[in-house]
């Protein structure tokens, strides 16, 4: 699993009405209205790519009371926003997002999972569908919060891909909230 908080920014995080008026320039515009997308992205770039989007679990780790706690205390912004109550545990998942065959989104989500139903955690924990789907599927309301874009290096991603150490990835970073709850806070990186 990357660490996200490895991310070394180029831009500001910045919500997309307000920052992708400046960057337009090095955008394509499939980009930047998968940068804006505030709601399904995976149902967006299905329609966009005309062509399935399929979820490969890179990995996933379980944390518990302080550990937890601990990780969330020392996350940087955005992430700080995310809170768990009492003794929730947080579940960990990194995610391939591939269409057409090649990978073309890195996820790291943070979850709170305590309170579902155990055939929703399950789905989630096998990491093979995309989170809002499933989401979407539960009897509650689903929204996405906070909705921020940068420009950021990850030299330990552009490494596994290949690519040179200083190799841009433009980011998005939301909540969502499932009923009166926030339970997953998710970055995504496009490659």
């Not at 180029?10 to 997308?37: F, I, K, N, Y």
């Not at 890179?58 to 937890?68: D, T």
């Not at 601990?70 to 579940?91: C, I, M, R």
Request: hydrophobic letters at 40%; proline letters at 6%; charged letters at 20%.
């Amino acid at each position: 699993m990357l660490n996200p908080y490895q991310l070394h920014l180029l831009e500001p995080w910045t919500p997309p009405q307000e920052a992708l008026p400046r960057w337009q320039h090095s955008l394509d515009g499939g980009v930047r209205a998968a940068l804006m997308c505030d709601h399904s992205l995976t149902r967006h770039l299905e329609a966009y790519w005309q062509t399935p989007v399929t979820v490969t679990l890179e990995g996933h780790q379980w944390l518990q009371g302080e550990a937890a706690r601990q990780l969330l205390a020392d996350a940087p912004h955005p992430w700080h926003h995310f809170q768990l109550a009492g003794e929730e545990s947080l579940l960990l998942r990194d995610a391939w997002l591939a269409a057409g065959g090649a990978n073309r989104i890195y996820a790291h989500s943070r979850l709170i999972l305590d309170g579902l139903s155990t055939g929703l955690r399950q789905a989630i924990e096998q990491g093979e569908r995309p989170l809002g789907d499933l989401f979407l599927q539960s009897e509650d309301s689903l929204s996405r919060q906070g909705l921020l874009i940068t420009l950021a290096q990850h030299s330990l991603l552009a490494k596994r891909l290949n690519l040179p150490a200083h190799h841009p990835f433009w980011c998005r970073h939301s909540r969502l909230q499932v009923g009166s709850r926030v339970r997953a806070d998710i970055l995504e990186i496009f490659l």
